[in-house]
C-alpha cells in the first residue's frame, strides 16, 4: 500500500509516532527505495499531536474510484486481522472509521534459520557456500532452528544409512585344509608355491578364529596386516597378486556359509508356507549384489528392497519368484537390523556440497528425522482471541468461531495457519459465503480463483456443515463469512502481485485442518441450536396443550392449580430453580431434569446483608452482596441452597453452566 501510495501520487509517507505523553512526538516523511527496498527519510522533525501516545501513518493514494468496493473491502478487511489498529479512510464522497477492538499488540518479530524439514537440495547447496572444513553435526546444529545435538545425531544417523547403506557381517567358517587350497591356487596363477606365506597364513587363522561374525572391510584389513606383519622378513612377503590370491581364496569359503546365513534370516520372518526355492533365490541374490567389486559387502536400504523387488521382474514371461508387500517388508527389515552401521568419517560440508547424491540423501534424512515445529517469533500470526475480535467488530453474526495451526516448515521457513468464521445474523442467507483471505495480515482481493485457499474451500463437502452446496462441490452458500490466514517469512504467491496463494500440498493440508476445525464448531453450534428450535416447538405446544388440562382437572377436582412450570420442566427436560421465603430464611430449590449431571455456578445478587449462607460464599460490592455457590447437581436431583436476610431486601439471580433455554425460573 505504502509503495502504491508512492508510485500514483508522488506524495510521501506521512508518519507520526510518540511512545509517551511525556516525551515529543516524532514526525517523518520517507519515500520506499524500491532498488535497495529500503526507507529513504526526507524529513524528521518534533510536533504538537492531541494523542498521548501510538503511532499514525498517513499516505494519499491517486486511484480509480470505480473501484471504491475493493478499496471499502480491502480497509475493512484490514481492520478484521488488525483489531488493534484503528483504522481511517477519507475519500471524496465518505469518512470512514474502524475502530480498534482490542489493545493488545502483536509481538515484535524476530529472525529465525530455516528448518530442516522444509529444506529443498539447492537451497542446502547454497547455504554450504563459504563454508571451511566444517563438520556435518556443527553445521546442524548452527544453521538450522529446532536442531540440537540430539536431533543432529539422529539426522546424521539416517544420512549414513541413506548414503553409505550398511554392511553385512559374516558369519567366520572353519579354514581346515585352507593351505591346500591355496597351494592349487598359486600353480594356477604361475606363481611359485615356495612362496606360501606359512607364518601369515598361521596368523590370519588365529586372528579370525578371535570372531564370530565380521565384515568384508574387516576381513581386507585383516588379511593385509597379517600379510604385510613386520615379523616376515622383506624377502618372505607376497607382492599384490599373490596377496589378492589368497585373501579371494579365503573369502570363498565365506561364500560357501554366506547364503545359508542369509537363507536363516528370510527363512525366519517369511510364511512357514513359501516354497524352500523361493527363499533361496532371495538369499543367492542379495549374496551376489553383495560379494560385488563395487558393494564390497555393503548397500543401502532402497538397494536391498530393490533386490527383492526385481525377484518379481518376469522371465521369459514368468515372474523368477513371487514376494509379497508384507514379506518383502519382514524380510528387509530382519536383514537391515543385522547389518552393521557404517562409521566412515563424514567430510566436511565443503567436500560434501560437491556431492548432489549427498546434498539429496542429507535432506531426505532431515525431513525423516522428527524435529521440534519452527519457532514462530519471527511471524505475526492474528491469534485466536484477535480473529475472533476482528470478526465481532466488523461482522453481525450470531456464532464466531476461530483456530490456529501449530506451526509446519515449508522451502525452510515456518508457516502459520489460521482460520476463523462468522455465521448468521446480518450475513446474507441466498448467496456464496464471504471468503476472505490474508496473508501476514495483508488482505488478498485479486485472483480468487486461482488461491490455494479457494481451492480448498471448493473442495470441501460443507453439506457436512450445515452449508448449501451442489454436488458437494465449489462455493458453498449460506449466511458465513470465513477467514483464512497464512502467516510466513515466505508466502508462496503464484505470481509478483501477490494475490494469490500457491497450491502447495503440505500448506493446503494445513488451510483445509484450519478451517475443518472451525467448521466442526459450527457444525456442533448448528446441531444445538436446531436441538433447541426443536425443543421450543415442543415446549410451547406443551404450554398451551397442559395449563388448559390442569385448569380443567382442578375445576373437576375441586383442588388449586399445581406448579405449571415446573410440571412442563419435568416433562421437557429442564433445570427448575425456584426462590421460596419462608420469614428471613431464603431457599433457592434447584431441581435437575436434563439428563445429565450438572456444574452451575449461582449468584444471587441481594440488597441487604444475608447471613448463614448455605455452602457458599459472599462479598460486598457498594450496596449489594453477591452470594456465590458452585453447586454438582446428579441428573434427575434437587439441591437446596440457603440463607438469612431481613425483609424488605431485593433479589436478582445469575446463572453459568447451562444454556438459558434449557432453565425454567420460579423466582
Known sequence: MVLYSQLTSGEPVKVTSRTSSKSEAQYFELFINTEKNEPEIRTHRTKEWDRPHGTRIAFTLDADMRSRVQLHEYIRYTAIANPHARLELVEPRGHFKFERSTEEKPAITESIRPHPHGIQV??????????????????????????????????????????YGREMKWEVPELKGIKNELESGFSSKGLPILKMPTKAIGRIKNRLAEKDQITYIEFEDLIKESLNSVEDAPKDRLDGEAQKVVRNIIWNRFKEIQILYLIGLVDRVTDSRKEEELVRKVSSKIVRVLQRKTSRGRITKDGLEQCILEMNDKNDGRPIASIGDVSREKIVKEIWNEFKVIEDPIPGMSVLKKNKNAMADLVIAMQLTDVRAPPTNCLSPIGVDNIESGLRK?????????????????????????????????????????LVRFANR?????????????????????????????????????????????????????????????????IEIEIEKAIRDVSRKLKKYLQKRDAFQKQKLKQDALSYIIPKIAEKVAKITEREMPPIELVLARIIGKVAIARTRKE??????????????????????????????????????????????????????SKKLSYMVEDGAKFDIEIKGIEKEKMVLEI
Not at 545435538?149 to 539426522?155: C, D, L, M, N, R
Not at 461482522?395 to 462468522?422: M, Q, T
Open 394 to 434: 466488523e461482522v453481525g453474526a450470531e456464532f464466531f468461531s476461530s483456530n490456529s495451526r501449530e506451526a509446519i516448515a515449508y522451502g525452510g521457513d515456518p508457516i502459520v495457519v489460521e482460520a476463523g468464521l462468522a455465521y448468521g445474523g446480518d450475513l446474507e442467507k441466498e448467496s456464496s459465503i464471504e
Open 122 to 163: 539447492g537451497y542446502l547447496i547454497k547455504m554450504c557456500e563459504n563454508l571451511g572444513t566444517e563438520s556435518m553435526l556443527k553445521f546442524l546444529q548452527g544453521r538450522f532452528s529446532s536442531v540440537g545435538q540430539k536431533t543432529a545425531k539422529e539426522i546424521i544417523s539416517k544420512f549414513r544409512d541413506m548414503h
Open 584 to 637: 428471613d430464611e431464603i431457599e433457592l430449590i434447584i431441581n435437575n431434569y436434563t439428563g445429565e449431571n450438572l456444574e452451575l455456578e449461582i449468584t444471587e445478587i441481594v440488597s441487604r446483608i444475608p447471613t448463614e449462607i448455605s455452602e457458599g460464599s459472599v462479598v460486598n460490592i457498594g450496596n449489594e452482596w453477591f452470594i456465590k455457590w458452585l453447586p454438582n447437581i446428579k441428573k434427575n436431583e
Open 442 to 506: 495483508v488482505p488478498l482481493v485479486y485472483q480468487q480463483g486461482g488461491c490455494a485457499i479457494t481451492e480448498v474451500v471448493r473442495d470441501i463437502d460443507w453439506r457436512n456443515y450445515g452449508l448449501d452446496q451442489s454436488k458437494g462441490k465449489g462455493m458453498p452458500r449460506g449466511p458465513m463469512s470465513l477467514v483464512v490466514h497464512v502467516a510466513s517469512t515466505n508466502v508462496p504467491f503464484t505470481s509478483e502481485s501477490k494475490d494469490a496463494i500457491a497450491k502447495i500440498p503440505v
